[in-house]
């Protein structure tokens, strides 16, 4: 029995949370899905044969789900030949993690987990800590130090050109000296010739999804029956107001302020960050077909849960040259 | 989002919503077949400040609708850096660079994704600077459609005819010609007129399909999404619903090609060639050759992850298998043998030249091509575009920007076919070998050998073969070094050495090469490089022959050793430095050729005045100011045997 006949049976039991597989209303997938399916698997076997040491960054969120399907579809009847590496900021969901080390079982993958252990026995955390700053230790020097630490030569990320205007501006291939992105010196790059020469000291990050829109990741999703994170899914949760944003309490660290009050909402996320900084929406999307409705008639874009992102508008480019995904 | 895209579930969405979007007046098509049929991707390009980023978000804001939370940060923005007074900039929506928002112009391409309830789109907006002109190209090498925009006021300049001759360069068939700014010129219809009939002027010998021309202005909307009142003598369709209408003929005529990007081999019973179908269409049972050997045989599966399947098209990822133990690698080229391309080591090729350091005859780099990447050399710069009137002017360089004809040389052969035929076959990157910075944008025009159609044939006697019968390793050991170091002499004794052990020999010494093969050749740095490449072939038919190869060869530079070391299977070269010091040489100076370049009767003499670049990792050094040639020798055979040793010959038995 081949390895993905053994997902098959296993995974509708194990993911009772999630709506099951709408496969079969989706025999195969539209032209557009899979003219998206084959540039993304031609991008990753681009990496696995011209790199030395690739790894595949996985978030446990949509659109790394999305990523490691078509990385699995890529190297078939092999495995990827890369390692899945994850950086925990030690603040992520429970559910994020549980599915992240089931989908690491279910498929056999080699998985690393990085979290900056310094920043956080120095007190670091979302509450006290400014957020600019909180993101900058937790997500991104951690990134750059695991990177150096296993001595990454290239680095997939989930990230698409739809999500934010500075990474509508990149590249596929991002080059990166010294992990940092240099957005006025990028190489051209043309048809599907990536230009994959590094000198010491150089990496590469690279966006298989560039060209998917949010849709085109719920349409895939929905058609591959993709298993995600249950907090996708609308439901009752136990939630606080603040700021402006709706917070999921996840667990007992939670700093309260004066007057708040816990209320019960029927939510869901439409992006997965750290808990104490990403914003639900209340929603009745509570299976795939509903979540799909809610963004083709939303009113804002995906990101604007992100408490990270706001404060300053060049915000994800000043994020990127300091070497962030 | 216009209602056509919304499912029945969201169609119960808050009241109010249609007052806020824009609904097309296209009639609302069933949600499916939009997004079935695929986006059409298209640039915008043209002149700086023509308009194409404001075009492009006036596109975005009418035709689907700005996002609540980025209007209201564009309309911030706006205020602080936008260029249409108290009016929101949408140009804002596009330039995402803090530079680009600070200047007000547009630096890289943007990917912007929009869906209207006919259609959905790609839309690339690049750059008008020409400092960008690269980044413009990478926005245009993977769309279907162009929008030339011109400034009605200023008309055709040298970058918005420099767009048009790339678009057309890179085999872009639909363009728009958008004449902005009308309300600039009073929407006047002469003005428009004249621009229209300069542009077909101009634009004659471009290979253009169709050109649909549209008087607009993005700032204000007109003819952009909704006709314009102030232009009821155009007729033709607003950019939006031109957009939504256009074709593009599908030019998958092309032959099966299908470049190897990865040889999977995952257990002992498994091993397939990967990759994504790059034209026409293959199934199972049909007969495929490897282009470079010319081996042939029959495809006997097609592998996906989620079944098997019958036949594959153009664009499809799929994992093929065989029904022989086929040689194939990671850059060969799988096509129908009875439309097999083009493989050649040399060919005619179109550059748009990308980086400030001007390109001239003898330049090497790596080039990509398909899946291979290998080393190449640009011998020959036969023109350059004038872009005031496309013609072509003779050059003996291109600077940035320039686009013009090369002859390309490879160090090995490629499979390839013209771009006009294949564009995934036909279109080739250089890198800098250096700075690895994409240096050009290469289109191949046609191989340059006579022999061209000649296809590689797969001998019932292969190599390895030859060599079996031989009882022996074929092996090219290449010595190079300063004249006078002792190349000649230690070859020679080496050979005699190898002789005596049973081992069939060829001697190639650079002196007796240039009295025949290369009689007609000189020394400055061409002929140099083409003594090297002739001895190099030669030394490559001689181990196809089975035979040890001692070249003896002055061979004072590093780049075309390393091209003839790129003529052989790995392990099959071996590099040999035969070091002595300059003034060791110049004192034995057993030819004489120290005293003569001394007093200037030689020009050009490796060590007086052309450099020489000595190996970086040889398989071997002689020193030869410390050892006897005796001694150097030995040191040579022993290095030799070694090499051959390690070679362990394979199941050779077998094949025959």
Known sequence: MRAADVVAERLPEAHAAVPSPAAAAHPRLSPHLRRLEAEAIFIMREVAAEFRNPVMLYSVGKDSSVMLHIARKAFFPGRPPFPLMHIASGWDFRDVITHRD???????????????????????????????????????????????????????????????????????F???????????????????????RLAPGDSMRVFPLSNWTELD??????????????????????????????????DDRMRWR???????????????????????????????????????????????????????QASMEAKKREGYF | MPTALRSPAALGAPAGLDDILRTPSAPVAPPLPVRARGALRFITCGSVDDGKSTLIGRLLHEAQGVLDDQLAAITRESRRFGTTGEDVDLALLLDGLEAEREQGITIDVAYRFFSTGRRAFVVADTPGHEQYTRNMATGASTSELAVLLVDARKGLLEQTRRHAAIVSLLGIRNVVLAVNKMDLVGWSQARFDELVAAFGAFAGPLDFRSVTTIPLSARFGDNVVEA???????????????????????????????PVQWVSRPHADFRGAAGTVASGRVAVGDAVVVAASGRTTKIARI?????????????????????????????????????????????????????????????????????????????????????????????????????????????????????????????????????????????????????????????????????????????????????????????ALAERRLVALGHHTMLLDGDNVRQGLNADLGFDAASRAENVRRVGEVAKLMTDAGLIVLVALVSPFRADRERAAGLFPAGRFMEVLVDASPE?????????????????????????????????????????????????????????????????????????
């Not at chain 2, 033709?236 to 256009?246: D, F, K, R, S, Y």
């Not at chain 2, 003929?249 to 299908?258: E, G, I």
């Not at chain 2, 004489?592 to 990792?617: C, H, M």
């Open chain 1, 102 to 172: 089931r989908m690491a079982a279910t498929y056999g993958l080699d998985l690393l987990v990085h979290t900056n252990a310094e920043a956080a026995a120095a007190g670091v955390n979302p509450f006290d800590t400014e957020t600019g700053e909180y993101s900058r230790l937790m997500l991104t020097e951690a990134l750059k130090a695991a990177l150096d630490q296993h001595g990454f030569d290239a680095a997939f990320g989930g990230a698409r050109r739809d999500e934010e205007k500075a990474r509508a501006k990149e590249r596929v």
């Open chain 1, 174 to 196: 991002s080059h990166r000296r010294g992990h940092v992105w240099d957005p006025r010196n990028q190489r051209p790059e043309l048809w599907r010739l990536f230009n994959t």
């Open chain 1, 217 to 250: 990741v719920w349409d895939y999703i929905r058609a591959e029956g993709i298993p995600i994170v249950p907090l996708y899914f609308a439901a009752e949760r136990t939630v606080v107001l603040r700021d402006g944003a709706v917070l999921v309490v996840d």
């Open chain 1, 258 to 312: 004066e007057a708040e009050r816990l209320e019960r909402r029927r939510v869901r996320f439409r992006t997965l960050g750290c808990w104490p900084l990403t914003g639900a929406v209340e929603s009745d999307a509570a299976d795939l077909d509903g979540i799909i409705a809610e963004i083709v008639s939303s009113r804002v874009s995906e990101r604007n849960g992100r408490l990270v992102d706001g404060a300053v």
């Open chain 2, 228 to 258: 314009s009142p102030n232009t009821p003598w155009h007729v033709g369709p607003t950019l939006l619903e031109h957009l939504e209408a256009v074709e593009i003929a599908d030019d998958s005529a092309a032959p099966f090609r299908f």
């Open chain 2, 303 to 491: 592998v996906t992850m989620d079944a098997d399947v019958e036949v594959a098209s153009a664009g499809d990822a799929v994992t093929l298998t065989f029904a022989d133990e086929i040689d194939i690698g990671r850059g060969d080229v799988l096509a129908a043998p009875r439309a097999r391309p083009t493989v050649t080591r040399r060919f005619a090729a179109d550059l748009v030249w990308m980086t400030d350091e001007e390109v001239e005859a003898g330049r090497r780099f790596l080039m990509k091509v398909g899946t291979a990447t290998l080393p190449a050399t640009v011998t020959r710069i036969a023109d350059r575009l004038d872009l005031a009137w496309l013609g072509r002017v003779p050059a003996d360089r291109l600077a940035l920007n320039a686009i013009g004809r090369v002859h390309v040389e490879t160090a090995v052969p490629v499979s390839i076919d013209p771009y006009g035929e294949n564009r995934a076959t036909g279109g080739f990157i250089l890198i800098d070998r250096a700075t690895h910075a994409t240096s050009a944008a290469g289109l191949v025009i046609a191989g340059l050998d006579g022999a061209r159609d000649v296809h590689a044939q797969a001998g019932a006697v292969d190599p390895a073969v030859r060599a079996w019968v031989k009882t022996q390793q074929p092996l090219a050991v290449w010595l190079t070094g300063l004249p006078g170091s002792g190349k000649s002499t230690i070859a």
């Open chain 2, 584 to 656: 060791t040489c110049r004192a034995r100076d057993p030819k004489g050729l120290y005293a003569k370049a001394e007093s200037g009767r030689i020009v050009n003499f490796t060590g007086r005045d052309q450099a020489y670049e000595p190996p970086t990792a040889p398989a071997l050094v002689l020193a030869t100011d410390e050892i006897g040639p005796e001694i150097a020798a030995e040191r040579l055979v022993q290095a030799i045997l070694e090499r051959i040793r390690t070679q362990p010959a394979s199941a050779l038995a077998a094949q025959l």
